[in-house]
């Protein structure tokens, strides 16, 4: 069930600590997503995206979702001690508590000229709007079941890259999806956009998976980028964002 960040004028759907799955403005405001036009290191990401936050006449507790990239795929243990590292900055700016996160997440890494270091590809903020045109910003998931279980045990089809596995672990990422969609009561059909990260070939399940379902009603942004955490193989994001801005 959604809950209310007051303090960034919207809602968020509850999930981990490094993250929410997902944010939607609240009435009399919109997200507006900024793109960078190079991918900007950690430290200093967060310094422009501050700038940027305050120079519309935001608080930082505006922020309400990010999109990194980061050098390689993380073992557990690496994850969990970058999102220790990233969250710092959120509770200094009013954003997390030290267990609830109202920000949405996505984080990839590009197989090919990967950043040194993680790295901001792209943010989303609340601001003022006249528009009575929702908009969210769904958080990445990959094939990897909820739970406090390893990853190993809740990635579906574990290493198995058959046809048939792959068609699942891609049918069951498209449903989390949905599922998401649906605590803000919305479906495919108000999405603006959906991206999908995988190394693998996805076509053989684009028809199928995507298209019959209603996903793609704006197309498909593919990046040749893996999920965050060893062993996952497919992670999809989505949102609904009339006001998007490169930098």
Known sequence: MAS????????????????????????????????FDRLVPLAEGFARIAAYIKDAGRPLTAFCACELRSPAAFTE????????????TLAEW????GTVN?????????????????????????????????????????????????Y???IVCYRDLSPGAWREKVHFTAGEMERRLAEFSFGWQETT????????DIHPVVVDELVRRGATRSGLTWHFCRPPVVDLEYEMDCRRVLREVVV
């Open 102 to 150: 109202p920000v949405a997440r996505s984080n990839v890494c590009p197989e090919i000229d990967p950043p040194a270091e993680p790295s901001f590809y792209a943010f989303s903020f609340t601001r003022p709007s006249a528009t009575t045109s929702p908009s969210f910003v769904i958080a990445g998931g990959a094939e990897a079941r909820s739970g406090t279980a390893s």
């Open 4 to 35: 209310e960040f007051a303090a960034g004028n919207y809602r968020f759907i509850p999930a981990v600590f490094q993250y929410s799955s997902g944010a939607q403005a609240n009435a009399g405001y919109e997200i507006e997503r900024v793109r």
């Open 77 to 88: 243990d690496g994850f969990r001690a970058f999102n220790q590292h990233y969250v710092k």
């Open 94 to 97: 009013g954003l997390f508590d």
């Open 193 to 200: 956009a959906v991206q999908a990260y995988t190394v693998h």
């Open 152 to 154: 190993p045990d809740r």
